[in-house]
């Protein structure tokens, strides 16, 4: 069975850098028939995919993120991790990491989520 686990501060200030971490079980990052996510979801909205790791460390990004997000991996931790520089208020969300499989494209596994709030 297949596991993610996110990991990380759940306050940041504004202009700092946001940093979570997701921890797989139960499977590869570098298996070829996956992807890997980072997806959120502020207070009163939908669901934002933000970026993606693919498993031979490739990354794609949000277009309205790219300029500020940077995804990458620890393979012998089986660990991905995000980072979000200069963060505001808006940046404050709920943070989901999952596993996406390049058969379906479809989001099958996701992290049960952490809350990150940006303020002072």
């Known amino acids: 069975q297949v596991q993610l686990q996110e990991s990380g501060p759940g306050l940041v200030k504004p202009s700092q850098t946001l940093s979570l971490t997701c921890t797989v079980s139960g499977g590869s990052i570098t298996t070829n028939d996956y992807v890997w996510s980072w997806i959120r979801q502020s207070p009163g909205k939908g669901l934002e995919w933000m970026g993606v790791i693919r498993y031979d460390g490739s990354t794609y990004y949000s277009p309205s993120l790219k300029s500020r997000i940077s995804i990458s991996r620890d393979t012998s931790k089986n660990q991905f991790s995000l980072q979000l520089r200069s963060v505001n208020p808006e940046d404050t969300a709920v943070y989901y990491c999952?596993?996406?499989?390049?058969?379906?494209?479809?989001?099958?596994?996701w992290g049960q989520g952490t809350q990150v709030t940006v303020s002072s």
């Open positions: 999952t596993r996406d499989s390049i058969t379906t494209l479809k989001h099958d596994y």
